[in-house]
């Protein structure tokens, strides 16, 4: 086995073969760029080298520099996680060239299919079947639209060497095609360096299931069952579980076994996914193969009682598969949610910012016994720790949370569970959102496709409702309870809180705040930590009983409320009974008549580069027309007018990078 390896990656990936070469006592390198100094991959190897700033391009993606790092330090072998240079293929063959071990699959392999549409044609002469589309070489984009009308509406248009939802466009008419296929394109290149796109039919109501693979370099290939990865937003997963709801051990067989011949006709070696797109009739086309570990491995994990970073190591090595086909197990069923810093409510845009508090549901990591580990029922994945940033320039998931239960119903219980006991602060997080998804009717009860979100937006993304009472209370009580924590602290008698009067009660306004609207609760105190609440004209009595750290409990009325309180400055992050809420603590003046335009914005949302300017000054507008393209963390953002109106001045040109909240063009309504 290797004595040392270099992990070409960062973040949650690189932490977990990190973990696993510890495991076999293969010492490791990191790599880090210089907004990754303090990293946790970087505290989770032996040796870390600091390889270029903060932009990808000018670290994670140098390969010459990574080798030369890898030479220098001794390692025998490159693991290059996934993302960033996992299917490069001149980077595999730079690899080799250098003497050292590319743990992945031969670059031939990855040549093969790392572009879509030679993969189709591939897949075609195998006889897999494959979506009706334009898998060709003529980009014109008359020729594309002609192609589009030829298979007939809606279609997908798909970035020839994309993955993670990069470069993908649906368009529903004709008229619609060269507006987002120019769209595609410009994503297209700036996330892969490559425009090229591919046509299909857009599939309605379609599953997206992927059949893990592994194969040796002796000859062996084997499946290790499928992961049912529908639920997407924007063509990204946020809900991966094994095995598929619903398949049967016929299907089951046929796409594995389809699986496998994919591999082989490339001299496939090491972990693949060979992705299918599966009608609701079990019908399913091959989509891609990715050739490299995928983020959502871990399920597969979990339902195998496998280390699939171990078998990568093994098979890199030389060695045999550790098991043949007939000796692979199911063993219950495992769900994983990627927990992102990011605002559903706001399109899904990513969050910036510092993990100021980070509570996570108490996990069993994974024991190894031989080839087989014992399944935990909690399982997190994560390349971050409390007081780490999230940064604008890498992906903003902050963990993968996996669970495993004997049977799907209890896999969903524990993952309910295990979000409930999730607690962040300091940055929006998709973690009520993912609650509300596992809770919906549709995931649980399997009813799977690849536009459930969209289906159940209603139900997903509810009207916002007012704080309750409980809520009030919680985050009142801990104001209180602190400020008479800093009077003892003092020892100041002239600002004791008993709330003495020798004529009457003391009667304090405290004004709150939300998404929703403004509240405000008066307290009458009647001792050190007990008062009454008034709230819309209805009285509650209200004690302090017990403070911990974050713990807070309270006894509103004639109900015993324990919850989680953190405060951050005058913000009041309410943690009860498995929701979030967050009340700001405010003069009520701060708030008054401030909303966001109703149907757009006109500042830039985070971080990012004008990539499109789609006015100029003096033009006429009607509310909702798009009025400028930006692109941040690699996807792009349409800014729109938010009512009908005349563009003043434009603040940015088309290049121009911008802070986030800056204002990007001049605009009078009406």
């Excluded at 002796?218 to 398949?247: I, N, T, W």
């Excluded at 104001?479 to 020798?502: D, F, I, K």
């Amino acid at each position: 086995m290797f004595s040392k390896i270099l992990i070409a990656n960062r973040g949650e990936i690189a932490c977990r073969v990190a973990e696993t070469a510890r495991k076999l006592g293969i010492k490791t390198v990191a790599v880090y760029s210089e907004a990754d100094a303090q990293a946790k991959h970087v505290a989770a190897c032996d040796e870390a080298v600091l390889i270029g700033p903060a932009p990808a391009k000018e670290s994670y993606l140098l390969g010459d520099k990574i080798i030369a790092v890898a030479l220098a330090t001794g390692a025998q072998a490159i693991h290059p996680g996934y993302g960033f240079l996992s299917e490069n293929a001149g980077f595999a063959e730079a690899c080799a060239r250098a003497g050292l071990v590319f743990i992945g699959p031969p670059a031939s392999a990855i040549h093969a299919m790392g572009s879509k549409s030679a993969a189709k044609a591939l897949m075609e002469k195998a006889k897999v079947p494959l979506v009706p589309g334009y898998h060709g070489d003529n980009q014109e984009a008359d020729f594309l639209q002609q192609e589009a009308d030829r298979i007939s509406y809606p279609v997908l248009l798909k970035a020839s060497a994309g993955g993670g939802g990069k470069g993908m466009r649906i368009v529903e008419k004709s008229e619609d095609f060269k507006a987002a296929l120019a769209s595609c394109k410009r994503e297209a290149i700036n996330s892969f360096g490559d425009d090229k796109v591919l046509v299909e039919r857009y599939l309605t109501r379609p599953r997206h299931i992927e059949i893990q693979v592994f194969a040796d370099s002796h000859g062996e290939c084997v499946y290790l069952f499928e992961r049912d990865c529908s639920v997407q937003r924007r063509h990204q997963k946020v809900l991966e579980e094994a095995p598929a709801p619903g398949m049967s051990e016929e299907r089951r067989r046929a796409m594995g076994e389809a699986a496998v011949a994919a591999a082989k006709a490339v001299g496939y070696v090491g972990a693949g996914t060979v992705e299918f797109i599966a009608n609701q009739d079990g019908s399913f086309y091959f989509m891609e193969m990715n050739t490299r570990l995928q983020v959502e491995h871990p399920v597969t994990e979990m339902i195998t009682g496998l280390d699939l970073v171990e078998w990568q190591l093994r098979v890199a090595f030389g060695e045999h598969l550790p098991l043949r086909q007939e000796q692979l197990q199911l063993n219950g069923h495992a769900i994983e949610a990627r927990i992102y810093a990011e605002n559903p409510e706001k399109g899904f845009l990513p969050s910036i910012g510092t993990l100021r508090y980070l509570h996570t549901p108490p996990a069993v990591h994974f024991r190894v016994d031989s080839h087989v580990q014992t399944p935990a029922a909690v399982r997190i994945d994560s390349g971050v720790r409390e007081g780490d940033a999230i940064s604008p320039f890498y992906d903003p998931m902050i963990a993968k949370l996996i669970v495993w239960g004997k049977d799907r119903d209890a896999a969903l219980a524990n993952m309910a569970a295990a979000l409930a006991q999730y607690r962040i602060v300091g940055l929006a997080t998709n973690i009520g959102f993912l609650q509300r998804l596992i809770a919906g009717q549709a995931f649980s009860a399997a009813d799977l496709d690849t536009g459930l979100i969209e289906r159940n937006h209603d139900a997903l993304f509810p009207a916002l409702q007012p704080a309750s009472t409980a809520t009030l209370a919680m985050a009142a009580s801990l104001l209180l309870s602190q400020e008479a924590e800093r009077v003892v602290e003092t020892n100041n008698p002239w600002a004791h809180t008993s709330g003495w009067r020798m004529n009457g009660s003391l009667l304090r306004t405290l004004q709150f705040a939300d998404e929703a609207g403004v509240y405000q609760v008066r307290i009458e105190y009647r001792s050190e930590r007990q008062w009454v609440l008034h709230r819309d004209g209805v009285l509650h009595t209200l004690r302090f009983d017990r403070q911990g750290e974050t713990d807070l409990r309270i006894t509103l009325d004639d109900s015993a409320l324990a919850g989680n309180v953190v405060r951050d400055g005058d913000a009041f992050h309410v943690f009860q009974q498995g929701r979030h809420a967050v009340l700001t603590w405010d003069d009520p003046l701060a708030h008054a008549g401030h909303s966001e335009s109703e149907g757009g914005r006109l500042t830039a949302p985070m971080p990012g580069k004008i990539v499109a300017v789609l006015v100029e000054k003096g033009h006429s507008v009607t509310k909702g027309a798009p009025l400028l393209i930006m692109e941040a963390m690699k996807m792009e953002h349409t800014i729109a007018a938010p009512a009908d109106g005349v563009i003043d001045e434009l603040l940015y040109l088309v290049g121009d990078q911008v802070t986030e909240g800056a204002q990007l063009l001049a605009f009078t309504p009406g």
